[in-house]
């Protein structure tokens, strides 16, 4: 990326056509554009070179992979993700210290290595889940923070978590590292099924580097325009 744009899209379609027709319209717009697990598994690791193919080289991607297993088949599972030559790739936290040692030390052996970010904890989990069903008895902001610092130890990049605990997690973790907010939705837009949502400037106020949006840019009419008022937001905030 050249100018800083916080906006990393989701594309949460299921086909090549609808992904590339939201990257062709929105790439002067906004920062990357996020292919997740639905877009992935509908369309296949030809989903990257496809996009390249219809939008140019120099559009920034992020495989929200979420990889979860043990140290040496996450490394290699980014190992053959560096061959699509994404701006950035995840793994889970609780996959713990040696297995995201294991997925940055992968990443750096590309020739140009995606920025590795570690999700924390997801935001569908709440306190009742955490300690109840999962066994931890930290309150979500602590287990945030704490699997934020064990991330950051291990050499990973950022996190994702929710605006939520992203000031928690810029005080714990320093100016330099990358907090990946989504569940933002701009002034008066649908909350659609997120509950614990802020603006976009909101969230870049609490310490936020990048924000992934879906619906409040893909399903507006004029999903470019969405992108822009968006950006306005943030910037007059
Ligand atoms: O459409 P919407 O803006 O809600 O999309 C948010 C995107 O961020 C989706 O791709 C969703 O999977 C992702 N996400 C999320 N909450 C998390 C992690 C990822 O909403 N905790």
Redesign the pocket.
Known sequence: MTDYNPIIV?L?VSSIDEAVSLVSALKPHVGAF?V???LFNAVGTGIFQAVRDQVGDDVSIFY?AKFHDIPNTVAGAIRAANQHNVWMVNVHATGGLAMMKAAVAAAHEAAAPPLVIA?T????IDENVLNGELGVSRTPEQQVVALAKLAQQAGCDGV???PRETAAIRAACGPDFLIIT????PTGASL???KRVMTPSEAIKQGASYL????????ATDPAAAAVAILAEIQAG
């Open positions: 989701a949460d996020k997740g697990l639905e929200d999700v904890v997801l935001t569908s994702v978590a929710s989504p569940g933002v939705r659609d099924d997120q992934v949006v879906g619906r409040p840019i893909t399903a």
